[in-house]
């Protein structure tokens, strides 16, 4: 499985974007870019995926690079809320490889 | 939220006594996963089942075995538990889309178990 490389923690102000980025190197042409991110002992919650083309949701706007390399995960307007762990993860194509592994994430902390 | 059940939510157990973890889903899905959390090493897969009684190890699986016999359950036990296995236990679900159903959909986890080996 492709790994995943992000700064073990960031701080961001309270209104101001956050810009978390993730080095996926390895990436195979059929590997999503997926972001994750849990709050306190809470369960992980799915923030938002990727192939190739950017996204945005509700919560987020996910780039990746044309390479598909890396990729940075945008809260546009941070809140004290978003302060949790973020996960970014490669995963593989369905079937048996449809497995989810962790890395240790970054850890954001937003403050006033 | 997804329909995910872990339980128990919490347990004690003593050292060499068998455990069983269960994981209930109401939504269907193919995909389910088993990961412990301890402090300083995030989230970690044990097992993971891509249909019934189809299941492959994940990363640290050892003194852990799954069961998968129908979709909606999946059970993770600890055959002779030991304090190195006293952790949280998250529990994920996760399905497929598209029209040959070959676009993973995102996983939803449970709240998580709670176990303690004395």
């Known amino acids: 499985d492709a790994k995943t490389t992000q700064p073990p923690s960031m701080d961001c102000a309270e209104g101001r974007a956050a810009n978390l980025p993730c080095n996926h190197s390895t990436i195979s042409g059929n590997e999503y870019v997926y972001w994750y991110r849990q709050i306190h002992s809470q369960g992980p919650q799915y923030i938002i995926h990727?192939?190739?083309n950017n996204e945005t949701n509700e919560m987020a706007s996910l780039i990746i690079t044309e390479d598909r390399k890396s990729s940075t995960l945008i809260l546009p307007h941070a809140t004290l809320r978003d302060t949790a762990v973020y996960y970014c993860i490669v995963r593989p194509h369905t079937g048996t490889a449809s497995k989810l592994t962790f890395g240790t994430g970054t850890r954001l902390q937003v403050t006033l | 939220d997804a329909g995910i059940t872990q339980s128990p939510r919490h347990k004690v157990t003593e050292t060499g006594t068998p455990v069983t973890l269960r994981c209930h889903q109401t939504e269907n899905h193919r995909y389910m996963y088993w990961y412990r959390q301890d402090p300083g090493h995030g989230l970690r897969l044990i097992h993971y089942s891509y249909g019934v009684k189809d299941t492959d190890k994940g990363e640290v699986s050892d003194g852990y075995s799954v069961s998968r016999s129908k979709t909606e359950d999946f059970l993770l036990t600890l055959e002779s538990a030991t304090s190195s296995q006293t952790s949280v236990y998250f529990c994920a679900i996760s399905g497929e889309k598209g029209a040959g159903g070959d676009l993973p959909t995102e996983a939803f986890f449970g709240q998580g178990t709670r176990l303690t080996v004395v």
């Open positions: 990727g192939l190739k």
